[in-house]
């Protein structure tokens, strides 16, 4: 059941339809607003097992209903016929004359199952599984769940994610995943939490992505997620985050983090990376080779107990750190500045590809005076294209010889088109000038053309342009 105040009325959700309680501090009573007549949500049948506590997703982690400047939003899980369960996505508004009125907006993709939803800046986030009956068993011995997140925005669904990767782009096939982050606890500013079973995530809007916020060290391996966050002022007079979950054995777990770290100690989260992966980025030439050669970086507040490390990926490979901000180097701090990456003693080898994609790492090195620290802007440099030396010269294809055997002109000719059609590579002498020096040896070419200039009896010659074969140098 989902207990919301929406413009000072006491509605609850339970899953069938939107009711509303009356004089809640005086003699309550229950009245009905909508019923969508669509009946009961499927995770009715979902396991709730109160005696074991063994839930991997607690009741009170199960949030389908949430209040909204736009009206009182709900998803119902319903079955279809092609057997497979679907969410709808509801929304309850008062009218002038004080009627409630309901409307669906939207649907989700058959297969999903929705089991938390939040309110976040303009859009309705919504946290969806494939694995239905895992999800109703609801056990930890079964293993983590897969979760993807959803948003409607203006009317219209659109993908935001998944924490933990691919999320099986087979039928049928699901990933193997070693956490199941599914509540969807609140939102402050750009941030959206969301409760896993290690610890707790963010959907940053915006930076983009869904990435790791704080690690529990001390919530057991077989443990239910984190299913609900608050605030509260410690005695340093801080405003803080705390995050609740519970043990296997049931016991509550919490853990806490400063909402502002401005000239405040970092405490429990000495010692922690935080990660930010970027999408794939190709500067607008998705099949040239390039190469990265510089990049920058504007960091605000980064403090004298934190480092960045920038790692970066070319063609889909493994991760190579590029550079790394100690928390005593202030060059960035003042603002933008390009920084070479030819030029960096750190692992730089691989520089050269088609596509790239580059992660910050933020380790909060010790304990300390930190202030919070956030990356303003990057951006990164490439070239592409490579000045080649070319040559043209004519041949007579008449006069052509190998071990003393003058070879047919059409043979020589077709042979000199079908290697300029196939770009493969040759290696040849150039000379050059009245005294025929010899200006490259084994030089390794391609031949880019051959055109035909005369061919009659007695005057077969074709003129040839060769160019440095790419990745070669002088």
Not at 174 to 197: E, H, K, Y
Not at 261 to 285: C, H, K, M, P
């Amino acid at each position: 059941m989902n207990l919301l105040v929406h413009n000072g009325r006491l509605l609850f959700y339970g899953g069938d339809e939107l009711r509303e309680i009356s004089d809640p501090t005086g003699t309550p009573s229950i009245a009905n607003i909508y019923d969508d007549g669509m009946g009961f949500d499927l995770l009715q049948s979902m396991d709730v097992d109160s005696v074991n506590d063994d839930e991997l997703i607690r009741p009170v982690a199960v949030r389908l209903a949430v209040s909204t400047s736009e009206g009182v939003y709900y998803v119902k899980n319903v079955g279809t016929n092609s057997g497979l369960p679907q969410p709808w996505v509801f929304r309850v508004e008062r009218n002038a004359a004080g009627t409630d009125i309901g409307t669906p907006v939207a649907t989700l993709p058959e297969g999903l199952v929705v089991t938390s939803i939040a309110w976040h800046g303009s859009s309705l986030v919504m946290a969806a599984t494939t694995e239905y009956k895992k999800l109703l068993l609801n056990n930890v011995a079964n293993g983590d769940i897969p979760y993807q997140f959803w948003h409607l925005t203006g009317g219209s669904i659109g993908a935001l994610g998944a924490p933990l990767g691919d999320q099986g782009s087979s039928p049928g096939v699901q990933p193997s995943v070693d956490d199941t982050v599914c509540a969807l606890l609140g939102s402050r500013q750009n941030l959206l939490f969301i409760g896993g079973r290690k610890g707790i995530w963010v959907y940053d809007s915006i930076r983009g992505g869904i990435h790791p916020y704080i690690e529990s060290h001390d919530n057991p391996a077989d443990a239910g997620v984190f299913h609900s966050m608050g605030y509260y002022v410690d005695t340093n007079n801080d405003t803080r985050y705390v995050f609740m979950g519970a043990t296997e054995a049931g016991s509550a777990i919490t853990l806490t983090k400063n909402v502002d770290r401005t000239g405040t100690t970092v405490e429990a989260g000495s010692g922690e990376v935080y990660e930010l992966e970027s999408n794939i980025f190709d500067f607008r030439y998705p099949l040239e080779k390039k190469r990265l050669v510089r990049f920058f970086i504007d960091i605000d507040g980064q403090g004298d107990e934190g480092e960045w490390k920038l790692y970066l990926s070319v063609d889909d490979a493994a991760w190579n750190l590029a550079y790394t901000l100690e928390a005593t180097d202030a060059s960035p701090k003042s603002g933008p500045q390009w920084i070479d990456l030819t030029a960096l003693s750190e692992d730089t080898e691989n520089l050269e590809g088609v596509r790239f994609q580059y992660k910050l790492a933020y380790n909060e090195t010790g304990e300390g005076t930190a202030r919070a620290t956030q990356v303003r802007a990057i951006g990164f440099e490439a070239v592409t294209g490579i000045m080649s030396p070319a040559w043209q010269f004519s041949v007579d294809l008449g006069q052509t010889e190998i071990e003393n055997e003058v070879l047919d002109p059409v043979t020589t000719y077709t042979a000199l088109r079908n290697l300029a059609k196939e770009f493969t590579d040759m290696e040849m002498n150039v000379y050059m000038g009245e005294d025929n020096s010899q200006l490259y040896t084994n030089e390794k070419v391609i031949i880019e053309s051959v055109d035909l200039m005369t061919a009659d009896a007695n005057n077969w010659t074709a003129k040839v342009t060769v160019s440095r074969a790419v990745g070669q140098t002088q």
